[in-house]
């Protein structure tokens, strides 16, 4: 973890490893517990975003399946 600013205009710029899970085009919801910032995604990574995050070599479509299930699986969790 890694403090950023909020800019003049109430941006802020994510750090580079978060920008590989959330890239610019990712849907975003915000709201605030207390102090805390919290963003959650929209919807779903593609299985093309999935295997984006790691830019030095492409990940196996077996890699990318077992990603989404632990994607999934983790939605649920936070469900109940």
């Given at each position: 973890m890694r403090p950023v600013t909020v800019a003049q205009d109430g941006s802020i710029k994510?750090?580079?490893?978060?920008l590989r899970r959330f890239p610019c085009d990712s849907e975003l919801w915000l709201w605030t517990e207390?102090?805390?910032?919290?963003?959650k995604?929209?919807?779903p990574p593609k299985a093309s975003q999935i295997a984006g995050r790691v830019p030095?070599?492409?990940m196996a479509i077996a890699e990318i399946d077992a990603e989404v299930q632990r994607l999934r699986k983790e939605k649920r969790s936070r469900r109940g």
């Open positions: 994510l750090p580079k490893g978060l207390g102090d805390t910032i919290v963003l995604r929209l919807r030095e070599k492409a």
